[in-house]
């Protein structure tokens, strides 16, 4: 093309040129071309802020559950512990005595409760409980807030469900580790059981103060009755104890539990659980916790239950009922009567402790009382402490020289007497002369007694007193005549029953019957002992010299209008024990008054205070009972045994005229080996330990 036309058309193009340059050349802004900045916003940052912690928080909060979930076992290895079983403890007419095992009650099903007991519990405790999956986030959040606004730890936030799992499966302590582990279990609660499971299963083990555990454990503690049988307001105030129970236990100030039940009765009046009449009712008639029996007089007894039934039932795995043959109105009157006693006499006698064991002719015990008061010491002395019988042994040493051929009327002389280097002295450091065996037991003669003892061997005793039922080891010297072997009340009660029930040994037993809480038979006596273990005619003479005993003797203060009695006195050394075990054709009793330090007593005799008490009982337990003589004594020879004429030129005049005691017989035993003579150098020389034991 030539260059005149390059040209034209160049010029032609350069507008388009010009146009494509400008387009793209970049755009010249101008002020107001510029983009609106945004505004810093304070509150999107926030919100930004509190997402993203949030987020975090959740995380960090999930790590930290996931780690203390991995410290505790499986799932699959989770299971609700067995709940501590309880043994009922029962009067022979089926009466409560006391509940023994970690929880002082049965465990009771929720539909059998009035329905205020468990609404109660709620109100109070845990109002959205059937609303929650186990944790209530409310009530954590708010319990949260209380404890940040007032700077210290006053709610926990806990539901119902958390703190069964705490009490089932965690220990007491307030880590973050045990809060969450308690809210992993309970959540597991929640899934495993219904709201109704877990609230019965609540009310069983909560601790509830003063020893109680569970609603039954608390109804018989503070109301001496069942759970079902709880009243509204006694209902708002066992709910009350669950805040703080040994704070607000009504048996520390019953006011102030009062006051905390009020709060409860509110409480179920807020969520409609009770109406304006049912509120208004138990606002005006709060509860009183019932007047403890005397001294909780089972106290001794359930415990001595809870000690021999392994021996009848095993190993204990459930609630069980224990019917024993314990008569609850006797069994309260020997407390009553012991407790009386001591109060009214215990100081000017320099007493301080009793026990009183009753049988009947089986064995069976029909009351057993350990001590003063239970609730001051839980030592029972009537099973455990061992103490010195003092003359209150005597009948074995008797009983033993009736096997060796003697009678009630065999003669012998009381006298200085001395038995190897021993020599034994009389309570009234008087002789009396010829006297028979009759005579010599009713007033409790101790020459007389040491003469027996060595005449049929101190092994020979020993071996009548275990067959009669003694069973601590007793100690074959010459002594044991005097009751110086260590023995218990019980045992001592038991070996006497032979004498009332016509020569039949027995056991002891107070547990009749064991079932387990649904009717399952465990256990039932069905008798056994160790059969005839004294010949009638040797009880009827025992009997005889016994009741003489209690007639004219050393246990007159024991006599009974209209009945034939009998039984022995005891006072050991230093009038340290005090002891009267007597019987009647239906009855044994055993006594003992002493001190827990062994401190003698200001005089105190088997006579005396046990003796009266011993009275007090069975007149009591006979009441209406048509009387019965004694077994055997109508087989008692009725022969009359003398002395030998010379005695006073054998063995020196003890006491100056000693008076004749019985009419001369034909038939009398015949001889000076009939007799111990006395060492004749020996009558006036004071003697040691052994020979200041005195007899009572």
Do not use: C
């Amino acid at each position: 093309m030539p260059a005149r036309g390059r040209a034209e058309a160049d010029e032609a193009d350069a507008p388009k040129k010009a146009a494509a340059r400008r387009r793209s050349e970049p755009k010249r802004r101008t002020r107001g071309d510029r983009p609106r900045r945004r505004r810093f916003s304070l509150l999107r940052f926030a919100f930004r802020m509190t997402f993203t912690l949030a987020i975090l928080g959740v995380i960090g909060v999930g790590a930290i559950v996931a780690y203390y979930a991995a410290t505790l076992p499986p799932v699959a290895e989770w299971s609700v512990p067995d709940r501590p079983p309880n043994v009922a403890i029962l009067a022979e007419d089926g009466q409560l005595i006391a509940n023994r095992g970690d929880t002082g009650g049965r465990a009771v099903k929720l539909e059998d409760l009035p329905k205020y007991v468990p609404q109660a519990v709620v109100a109070i405790e845990d109002r959205r409980y059937y609303s929650h999956p186990g944790i209530d986030p409310i009530g954590l959040t708010r319990a949260m807030a209380t404890n940040l606004t007032s700077g210290r730890l006053e709610q926990g936030g806990s539901t119902l469900t958390q703190q069964l799992a705490k009490n089932m499966f965690l220990t007491p302590s307030r880590t973050i580790e045990r809060k969450i582990q308690e809210m992993l279990f309970a959540v597991w609660l929640e899934m495993k059981y219904s709201k109704d499971e877990i609230l019965g299963m609540y009310l069983n083990r909560v601790y509830l103060g003063a020893g109680a555990t569970g609603i039954d454990g608390a109804a018989h503690r503070y109301f001496d009755k069942p759970a079902e049988e709880l009243t509204l307001s006694e209902a708002a105030m066992i709910a009350g104890l669950l805040k703080a129970p040994t704070y607000y236990a009504p048996t520390n100030d019953l006011e102030r539990s009062r006051t905390r039940a009020g709060l409860v009765l509110d409480a179920m009046h807020d969520v409609g659980f009770i109406n304006d009449t049912d509120y208004e009712y138990a606002k005006a008639h709060p509860a009183s916790v019932a007047k403890p029996k005397v001294a909780t007089s089972g106290g001794y007894v359930a415990d001595w239950v809870a000690e021999v039934l392994p021996d009848f039932a095993g190993s204990v795995s459930q609630d069980i009922v224990v019917e024993t043959t314990v008569n609850l109105e006797l069994q309260e009157l020997a407390q009553s009567a012991l407790q009386g006693i001591l109060d009214k006499d215990g100081a000017a006698k320099g007493v301080s402790q009793g026990a009183v064991v009753m049988l009947d002719g089986s064995g069976a015990v029909k009351a057993l009382v350990g001590g003063r008061k239970y609730g001051d010491s839980q030592y029972n002395r009537a099973v455990s402490a061992k103490r010195q019988p003092g003359s209150s042994f005597k009948p074995f040493v008797y009983l033993a020289a009736l096997e060796h051929g003697l009678t009630p009327n065999s003669m012998r002389i009381d006298q200085p007497t001395r038995i190897g280097n021993w020599e034994p002295q009389n309570y009234s450091r008087k002789y009396r002369g010829p006297v028979s065996l009759q005579t010599a037991l009713a007033h409790s003669i101790n020459t007389v007694a040491a003469q027996l003892a060595a005449e049929v061997g101190p092994k020979t005793v020993v071996s009548v007193a275990h067959r009669m039922g003694i069973e601590s080891p007793l100690e074959p010297n010459a002594s044991i005549a005097l009751g110086t072997s260590e023995v218990t009340l019980l045992e001592l009660t038991t070996a006497f029953v032979p004498f009332s029930n016509g020569g039949i040994g027995v056991i002891p037993h107070v547990v009749r019957r064991i079932r387990t809480a649904d009717g399952q038979l465990l256990y039932e006596r069905r008798g056994g002992g160790p059969g005839q273990v004294v010949d009638l005619r040797n009880v009827g003479m025992m009997n005889q010299m016994l009741h003489a005993v209690v007639a004219n003797g050393t246990g007159h203060n024991s006599q009974i209008d209209g009945w034939q009695t009998a039984g022995k006195t005891g006072t050991s050394q230093d009038w340290r024990d005090a002891w009267f075990v007597g019987y009647s054709a239906f009855f044994t009793a055993g006594v003992w008054f002493g001190n827990d330090d062994n401190s003698p007593t200001k005089r105190a005799t088997g006579g005396s205070l046990p003796a009266e008490l011993w009275k007090t009982l069975m007149n009591k337990v006979q009441e209406g009972m048509v009387p019965a003589d004694l077994p055997g004594m109508d087989q008692v020879p009725q022969v009359v045994e003398t002395a030998p004429e010379n005695y006073e030129v054998q063995y020196g005049q003890p006491v100056a005229n000693a008076p004749q005691q019985f009419e001369p017989n034909s038939a009398a035993r015949g001889g000076p080996s009939d007799w111990i003579p006395p060492d004749q150098g020996r009558q006036n020389r004071g003697g040691g330990f052994l020979s200041r034991l005195f007899g009572g």
